[in-house]
């Protein structure tokens, strides 16, 4: 609307935006998570770069110019975007060279640059001055923690459907921890965006879907805790890893599509009109 | 700097051109508006300049505050720090600018923008249906679609101030169009860091505020709510 000054939802970036966040998110966490199992298997680090690479694709569609891509390099002095660009080439390449070739190191190099691709994501959405819910600084953990989770659960998953002897017996363990601090890191970042003032429908959203994310990050927990107390339960270790992945690609569908209120329009002070004083600001919407 | 920069039409070393609205005398008629559109030949839905209508206090003691928006042209601009191509620049004199061509339309500075002034539309569409009027026709630019838009101070007339030795916001020729269409005397635009300029003067004999000021952005938008004693 264009004469309204209420905080709105943005439109700009769309479910394409989302799923590079939630693709790109995972896909690292999952590289990270195949370095972490050392496996002899490539299925969760080819698994990884698909999703990457699933990321990187749907953001493709959505810009207006998609063959003028390449221009996103130019601006790695300032740009978190071009930073995430700049890291998906030595990433791909290296979880490529450590699913080709395997090796002590070419996994750990991958990890490392899948922690610099998940910051980098995360970094982007805090360099959103426009969103009070993106622009918070615990949005960072919380994302760097989110993508871990469901990296971890997707290369269980991974691991279970093509290599089931491979998942070693700290899997469960590491997965239940990781969503724990999804969840801490998610509270902390919900309960840091009222002092932060965020719009109070942002808050609203959010809140909204704090209640869901603790009902599937607690069944996680739950169906995580059966595979530690009987290691012959893999499928629920494998359950546990679907709900991690699937909590973590619905939150940030929530942050990047319902959530994203932008800053709205405000008076520091009202005008005098023809006599008397000026007046407290005003802003409509929050 | 001062004498350089009254001197009629020529740039001073340093230079910040902002634009000073006195909200006291805006009145919401949508002139500056209808003069973008027909100067930059925006398409529908997409209006570089616009006039909110806030409403403040409850009844019987109500105001009414008309309040122009357009880009602020930043002194820190968050949309050139965000975008991943440079196409978004600022110039000497302040003016933050879009080089379209550079422009890949991730929509990054939309979002990073705290007053939600960047547009970006995909397809071409015209005011009245498929086929553009003539002087739709005249203004259409296919180097706008698929790329972020937004206001750029009427940058091409500051341009031709330079050139041809007169000053934007004294000389209409060289001045941004919402400024030349105001009716009530609200908008201003001028060297704010030339302290003999009409909006330095302003800024001196005013009471005045910058939108969204806390988030660091030095926005180069004032509005005047007062004078001073």
Redesign the interface.
Known sequence: M????AP?R?G??DWRAACNFMFGGAGAGTLVYAAAVSSPSTGPGLVGLALVCCGLLC?WF?????W??M?????AH?????RE?IVSLPLLGAGLGAAWYGGRWLPWITAALALAYVYSQAR?LQ?????PA?RHPRVVPLMIATGLAEGTGLGIVAQLLLDPAELPGWAALLLAGLVLIRELAFLAYLGGLGPADAPARAREVLAQFARRLAALDVAAIIAAAFGIIEPGLAWAVGVAGLLAAFAGGWFKFVLVIRA?Y????????????GFG???P??R?GW | MGQAGHERGRIPPVTRYIMVID??RCIGCQTCTAACKQANGTPP?V?WR????????TYPDV?R?F?P?SCMHCGDP?CL???????TFKRDDGLVDIDYE???????C???????Q?F?V?RATFAYGGEPSPAEAAQFDPAR????TKCNFCSERIDAGRRTGRTPGIDPEVTPACVNSCISGALHFGDRDDPQSNVSRLLRDN?S?????E?G?DPGMY?????RP
Not at chain 1, 62 to 66: F, N, T, V, Y
Not at chain 2, 81 to 87: D, G, I, K, L, N
Not at chain 2, 145 to 148: A, E
Request: with cysteine; hydrophobic share 40%.
């Open positions: 264009p004469g309204s000054a709105r943005q700009f970036w953001v959505e810009i207006g110019r998609p003028r891509a221009n996103v390099f130019r601006h300032s740009s978190w975007m071009t660009a982007m360099g959103a001055r426009g969103i993106w994203a932008h800053q709205g329009l405000a008076l520091s002070l009202t005008p005098v009109r004083t000026t007046r600001g005003a409509p | 909200l006291r839905g209006q616009r006039v909110v209508d806030i409403e403040t206090g105001r505050t309040v928006v968050p720090e965000v975008c991943p191509t440079q196409a550079l422009c890949i339309g991730c929509a990054y939309a979002v990073a923008c705290p007053y939600q960047r970006k995909q679609l698929g790329v972020s009471e505020f910058r939108m969204h000021q988030l952005t509005y005047l709510v007062d004078g």
